[in-house]
Every structure is written in C-alpha cells, then in structure tokens.
C-alpha cells in the first residue's frame, strides 16, 4: 500500500513520528527506522520538537512529545461530546428532566453537555459551569471510584461520606436531595472509558416536588442506561 499523501514533508514527518512510536531513539536510530537522510531526519525531529510534537529525554534521545497527548485528549472529550448529546436529549426526553454531563477538573466537576427542559420550571446547569466536588449526586458518582488515598482526600468537606460512596459503588448510581442546592435533587451514573475507569457522569435534575426525596426511585434506571449506552459506543469508537 502506497503511504504517501502526495506532501514530502509531511510524509516524511510521520516517518518520525512513526518511528518514535517504538520508544526512544538517537538520531542514528531515527535515520535507521525511517531510511530519511541524517540532515533531513534532525530537521524534521527538530522542528516537530519547536511544536512540541517530539520532546527529549534525559538522554538527549527522541521520544514523542507532550503536545501529542493534549491533543488525544481534546479528541477523546470531542468524541464524548458527540456521542453524548443525541444521548442526553432522549434522557431528557424520557425523564421530563434537564439532563447534564460532567467531568472532573481538579477539585471540580465540570457541566460539559446538557439538553434542558424546553418549558416549564428549569433546573439550568450552563455548560462550563465548574461545580464543587464536594456535594451532589454527580460529584459523588465521579469520586466514588477512586483510588482510597484520592477518595479519602475528596471526602475532607464533602456534604456525603464514605459509606454513601460505598452505597453509590454497590448501586452503580447515585442520587442527592438538596445537598448542592436547596429545594433541588438528582440522579447520576457512571461513564466509563479505557480500563473501566470512571471518565464522566450523566445526571438528571430537577426540583424536589417533581423528584422526590427518593429521585432514585424515579430515574435511576433511564439514567444508568443512558451512561451504558454512552459508554458502550465510546468503546466501539476506540
């Protein structure tokens, strides 16, 4: 099969790049693997490391750079969104209920995604709101799953505890009653990536008169499968 896409520099980056996907490598090595000329392999290496593309060890020898990895992340949050959304809106849909996705930034949870509620009385969380860790369903769902020492530490504050979490990790889903908010409750469930590990939460919310103090009761179901689908097409993507 013919690997040239008709633009020589280009190609020849890839070479690199492809090249350093085996692990580290000298110039020597580099010149090698690719079979590019040693002048024309350290330009390249060296302008694919001003973009950080390529990066260096402690031993001077090349090895794919960090840019690389924010860039598979913005990917993989791309991907999330897109899968996500047609998601959301048929939780909505199905719950009568504003319907959220969250990430976890630091000390955080970030409202990435939402479909709200059309008419009526809406429990509006805009998407870039940054919420604390400390308090709500969603919260509780992206903390429940980590490792002890990273779980102790987000309890410190929290307005739930560890035997709550231990309930959320029996259950495989949370719920919250005016714990974030007055007057306001809601259900979440885990999305799950690479390895099983949590990556976001899906939620419903909605006032306490329509929720219940048991909001569980009510939305658990539609909102795990809402997180399982999520999850199961992510992992068809990878």
Request: aromatic fraction near 2%; proline fraction near 5%.
């Amino acid at each position: 099969m013919d690997n040239s896409s008709g633009v020589g520099v280009l190609d020849k980056a890839v070479l690199v790049l492809n090249a350093l996907e085996a692990g580290p490598a000298s110039l020597a090595q580099l010149v090698q693997a690719t079979g590019l000329a040693r002048p024309t392999a350290h330009r390249l290496a060296v302008a694919l490391e001003h973009h950080r593309i390529v990066s260096r060890d402690t031993q001077g020898r090349f090895v794919l750079g960090p840019r690389l990895s924010e860039l598979s992340t913005a990917a993989g949050e791309d991907r999330l969104l897109a899968v996500a959304s047609p998601v959301l809106i048929q939780l909505r849909d199905l719950t009568g209920e504003s319907a959220q996705l969250y990430r976890r930034q630091g000390d955080e949870r970030v409202c990435v995604a939402a479909a709200e509620r059309s008419s009526g009385l809406r429990d509006t969380v805009p998407v870039g709101a940054a919420l604390p860790m400390l308090a709500g369903s969603a919260a509780q769902i992206l903390l429940a799953w980590e490792e002890p020492d990273r779980l102790h530490r987000g309890l410190r504050g929290a307005k739930f505890t560890a035997a709550t979490l231990a309930s959320v990790r029996r259950r495989g889903w949370a719920h919250s009653v005016g714990e974030r908010e007055q007057g306001v409750a809601s259900v979440s469930a885990p999305i799950r990536g690479v390895g099983g590990k949590v990556v976001a939460a899906v939620s419903v919310s909605g006032p306490i008169e329509r929720l219940t103090r048991t909001p569980g009761r009510l939305h658990a179901a539609p909102v795990v499968t809402a997180a399982e689908r999520i999850t199961e097409t992510m992992r068809r993507a990878n």
